[in-house]
């Protein structure tokens, strides 16, 4: 046993990793704790593996393994910060007294400032991303040490200002099928229109919006979108009762593109599309409503080069109460051959009334498929 063990550490870092890399948890784990020389080898595979992504729930058992963890050597290896609502959200300190008129938390609280320094030892932190799992802000029973979605929002806006992490991916996936998601009060404006909360953003490549707003107005909800100015990607998947207007002012590098339930005007949407003409890859459409025809814009799209995936599902007018259909399309143009790629088609009701209210396509030849979609929408 002695031999293989001097045998396994006498192996360059390099095939050592390899070997780690094959290995479940428990089995890496034990290869550890055979020698130190194993140990320290297989560190980096190890770290950059299990330690990529922390998560906290902003409850004071939570923020105490967080603690350990950023005065560790394994901080270096983190990327992703998590903040995850559940029903321990807060659990153990006292948020309900220290509240804003408004009832938004107030930044000055001591565990922020802990929270804070946590972060910045993260120093290669590049994404922030704030879940939850639940369908309302207080489905349960609230306490003086308990937080909200909405106030998870609230503070992960105060530490973008005050930490102006180097981020490259922001992500908020709270749903977006609740009617009473996110409560703007909760909301810290103040923080969104700091320095450096807007230069974190002018940064980031990623943005994913997946939310639902209570009530209006809205404009934080854009201001994230304007301030991104080097976006690559954006998933703007954000349920407002009311017409969306975009300054698409962060458009220009966006290769990827997808928006969600969103009542938008087509004089906007034209716009929007304009901005990225030459760099857009990829569209998705998901329940989209429209003032006006979609024919106009599937007809804009034949200009897009460079465009090499579309998904169009349930779009809609807005004044329509079924979505948009393409009847027209038949079985021919269905298939999935790498060789051949064909729309994909997604039908929807009852057995013989099914509508066509949803296709895919990845593939070369856009334009033709854009026009042969352009002459099959049924409005």
């Given amino acids: 046993m002695d031999i293989l063990k001097a045998n396994l550490a006498a192996l360059p870092a390099e095939v050592l990793e390899s070997v780690a890399r094959n290995l479940q948890l428990s089995e890496l784990r034990c290869l550890r704790l055979t020698s130190k020389a194993l140990e320290v080898k297989s560190s980096y595979h190890f770290g950059r593996t299990h330690f990529a992504t922390v998560t906290t729930n902003m409850s004071f058992a939570s923020i105490q393994k967080l603690e350990s963890l950023s005065k560790s050597t394994w901080a270096v290896h983190i990327k992703v910060f998590r903040l995850d609502w559940d029903e321990e959200a807060g659990h153990g300190l006292i948020w309900g007294r220290e509240r804003k008129p408004s009832k938004a938390i107030l930044s000055s609280l001591p565990v922020m400032q802990q929270v804070r320094d946590i972060i910045l030892r993260f120093i290669n932190c590049r994404s922030i991303c704030i879940t939850t799992p639940y369908e309302h802000d207080h489905m349960f029973c609230p306490r003086v040490d308990m937080l909200g979605c909405s106030d998870l929002l609230g503070l992960c806006f105060i530490l973008v200002a005050e930490t102006g992490l180097a981020l490259e991916t922001f992500r908020l996936e709270m749903g977006s099928n609740s009617k009473d998601r996110v409560k703007n009060g909760l909301i810290h404006m103040e923080q969104i229109e700091r320095p450096t909360f807007r230069k974190t ?5 990623e943005l ?22 080097q976006l690559r990607k954006l998933d703007f998947d954000v349920t407002i009762f009311e017409p969306f207007y975009f300054e698409p002012l962060s458009l220009s590098h966006v290769r990827e593109l997808s928006f969600s339930y969103m009542k938008i005007s087509e004089a906007n949407l034209t716009t929007l599309l304009q901005r990225c003409r030459h760099c857009l890859r990829s569209l998705k459409l998901f329940g989209t409503r429209l003032d006006q025809s979609w024919r106009g814009i ?47 088609l997604r039908r929807k009701g009852p057995s013989g009334r099914q509508r066509i209210v949803g296709v895919d396509y990845s593939g070369p ?10 002459n099959a929408i049924d409005l």
């Fill in 365 to 374: 030849s856009m334009r033709r498929v854009l026009e042969m979609l352009e």
């Fill in 298 to 344: 599937l007809r804009f799209l034949q200009n897009f080069h460079d465009l090499e995936r579309i998904s169009f599902h349930f779009l809609r007018v807005y004044r329509g109460t079924l979505p948009c259909a393409f009847n027209s399309l038949g079985d021919s143009v269905v298939g999935s051959s790498p060789s051949n790629p064909k729309l994909q």
């Fill in 201 to 205: 953003f002018s940064e980031l490549k």
């Fill in 208 to 229: 994913s919006l997946r939310l639902s707003v209570d009530d209006t107005p809205c404009d934080w909800v854009w201001k994230l979108v304007s301030e991104a100015v």
